[in-house]
């Protein structure tokens, strides 16, 4: 039997065994309440301490009470974006990006449903770039908050938030990134720059699932999404998911230790898959900006097939990616990110997420090589597109108007 190649990492991440061996206790014998003035709350609360701090190098925070622990990626979005709603009456409106997560996208289309709040979604060119010149023009008195994520989940474009922070600012909008993809693959160091705000998850990097971040800069107004005890300074009440927390907190400190590795040896994986699928597969192209993009992450359009068909047949070899597609009424509908991106409807269908991780070798890619030409062939044979198609030589990124 063949070993399991994944390569999915965007999607979640293995555990890291350190992690785990980090959390254990604080089933068990740490088992205090962090809010507690005994002593099985104090050590309990010392450890959270510790995660934070953890937490706070990775992302550059400038003091560890800027971090707040939340639930994941997810909450941690809903509560930035709906506590600066709260912040100003005379600020009423989002600007955000057409390729965020559905955690920002489907929050902004149900507030401005429901709210009649008026929601900026700010186009990106064939690369997946911001148009910057159409997020100026939407800043305004009006904005109360900007979301707009670090590096895009489905193809690995990195987006200027640092400059894209400045910019709200010059308006007095809070700017707020979901950086749950970027958070542990890039350096980060947030005290460097204007964001106040940014989401990150812990399953993303080697963590735990069910718990994450969002950090507040010291000063941003803030207003509660859940009510209830003054945990987190009154930012996010609850008992603490302490278990998760020091979790996290490791997960932190390994992903510090890892970044280098993330940065050249999985990047190199990442640029040798790429290669190897462009020589051996005619009509496929990577999505996404070449240059500004995650090491981890590529997203490979096969041209004149369907994504599902692909995924079914390398599951059948053992090998775990993902496709944008959402299955919407009966018909498959592409990513929307790979849409907003203006990429055809024949080349987006049938498009491939491939995500790395310091888990994964040159085997897995050696295996990948050797099985995709196989299948990319098989399922053309029975595509109709394909059969009239115009077999253009593999490209890298082309650019759609
Ligand atoms: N934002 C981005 C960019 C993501 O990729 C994800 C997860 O896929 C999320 C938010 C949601 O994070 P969580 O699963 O922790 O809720």
Redesign the pocket.
Known sequence: MTTPVYLDN???TRCDEAVVEAMLPFFTEQFGNPSSMHAFGARVGGAVKAARAQLQRLIGAEFDHEIVFT???????NMAILSALEIDPNRDEIITSAV?????LSLCGHLEKTRGIKVHVIPVDGQGLLDIAAYRAALSSKTAIVSI?????ETGTIFPVAELAELAKEVGALFHT????AVGKVPIDLKSTVIDML?L????LHGP????ALYVRRGTRFRSLIKGGHQERGRRAGTENTPGIVGLGKAAELAALHMADEETRVAALRDRLEKGLLQRIPACFVTGNPAERLPNTSNIAFEYIEGEGILLLMNREGIAASSGSACTSGSLEPSHVLRAMNIPYTAAHGAIRFSFSRDNTDADVDRVLEVMPGIIEKLRALSPFWQGADKAPATFAPVYA
């Open positions: 965007n999607a979640t639930a994941g990626g997810t909450e941690s979005d965020e997560h559905p955690a920002v994520m670090w590096a895009n989940n979901d950086a749950v993809q989401s998850s812990g399953h993303k699932k069910g718990i994450g």
